[in-house]
């Protein structure tokens, strides 16, 4: 078990008598949850391993029971505490893909090489994702990720080139 840890939902309530909880899924990645493998329960600063016995999806949530849980006064106290892996749990992503830690905190420059600040986090409204860059005495500047203006990203030395379409810094 490495020290890093990857939010992959929350527990936000508890579903029936034996032991099932709801979780809002904050990953792409469904397999997650499937039977067997192992979640982190972060409690504070301590986090429990917990193995998944079974998981559905109801209404739009994520159903999971633990191993060794199989009563709801058991897991009433996972409600509102996040779920989280390894980061060797982590999958590889395609080409182009990239989680999330490995764009927040990277410096965003323009082709001209304009320094414009660094992605502080990401929102997800839609079609495509928008990258929020801090920028110093600005106000923020969303960059959605598509290919017309993130031209490159550099993720080990942490730099994003993009071409800036007309009016985005207004």
Partial sequence: MSGVKFNIGKIVNTHGIRGEVKVVRITDFEDRFDPGNTVYLQDNKEYKPLVIATHRVHKGF????????GNINEVEAFKGLMLSIDEDQLTDLEEDAYYYHEIVGCKVVTSEGEELG???????????????????????????YIEQVVKQVDIENKIIKVQLMEGMLD
């Fill in 62 to 69: 994520d159903l999971l029971q633990f191993k060794g849980y």
């Fill in 118 to 144: 660094k992605v502080k986090e990401i929102l997800s409204p839609g079609a495509n994702d928008v990258w929020v860059v801090q920028r110093m005495n600005a106000k923020d500047l969303l960059i959605p």
